[in-house]
């Protein structure tokens, strides 16, 4: 059941996690840090919209993902997300 005013297509940060098979904090971190669209919900909870997860994915894998598919990315994904924040930090030390 949805609650009036929220949309089905936000996850919640452990959602995403899950998703990714990486930690809750990992994703909270990637929201604080703006790596990640999302939005507060009632001051401290935070919120990201399917399509932000799902455009992330594809700017990591450059390749087209189903918002139909909410199952664990291949390691490939994983190693690609690494290799992103990776070289984003370097940008940001420069």
């Not at 996850?11 to 703006?34: D, F, Y």
């Not at 598919?69 to 690609?80: C, K, N, R, T």
Request: include cysteine; charge should be positive.
């Amino acid at each position: 059941m949805t609650m009036q005013g929220t949309s089905p297509q936000a996850l919640l940060p452990r959602h995403v996690a899950e998703r990714w098979g990486c930690s809750e904090a990992t994703v909270r971190r990637m929201l604080r840090n703006k790596e990640l669209p999302g939005f507060r919900a009632g001051g401290k909870l935070w919120r990201i919209r399917l399509e932000d997860v799902v455009r992330y994915e594809e700017c990591q894998t450059g390749s087209a993902s189903s918002t139909e598919d909410a199952g664990m990315p291949s390691g490939q994904v994983l190693e690609d997300l690494s290799a992103w924040r990776s070289e984003r930090q370097t940008r940001r030390k420069a």
